[in-house]
């Protein structure tokens, strides 16, 4: 089995920072692209940002300059370092990773649960 676990959301005021992280754990055989995802009360999930296993990375084009993403590939671990919050940066944020538990399986998504955040004076 696979679990993958975010960390790391919580209150913070605009302006402010926090870092999001995401373990992925159990049966893993290899980790291709991570994935962080949010979505706001009464809104559609959205892709935040992306990284690849070779450290190719992609933003969406509001965050680019204020989210970082980041991997460690032996912790099998991704990062989301968010600076300049703002309130519409509110939401729960969900971790996805595409991985294969053996060689001969095919590559499949696992999700979080989600950890929110809040953006609040």
């Known amino acids: 089995q696979v679990q993958v676990v975010e960390s790391g959301g919580g209150l913070v005021q605009p302006g402010g920072s926090l870092r999001l992280s995401c373990a992925a754990s159990?049966?893993?055989?290899?980790?291709?692209?991570m994935r962080w995802y949010r979505q706001a009360p009464g809104k559609e999930r959205e892709l935040v940002a992306s990284?690849?296993?070779?450290?190719?990375?992609n933003y969406a084009d509001s965050l680019k300059g204020r989210f970082t993403i980041s991997r460690d590939n032996a912790k099998n671990t991704v990062y989301l370092q968010m600076n300049s919050l703002k309130p519409e940066d509110m939401a729960v944020y969900y971790c996805?990773?595409?991985?294969?538990?053996?060689?001969?399986?095919?590559?499949?998504?696992?999700w979080g649960q989600g950890t929110q955040v809040t953006v609040s004076s």
């Open positions: 996805n990773v595409v991985l294969r538990t053996t060689y001969r399986d095919p590559w499949r998504n696992y």
């Open positions: 159990g049966s893993i055989f290899s980790i291709n692209v």
């Open positions: 990284i690849a296993s070779d450290g190719t990375t």
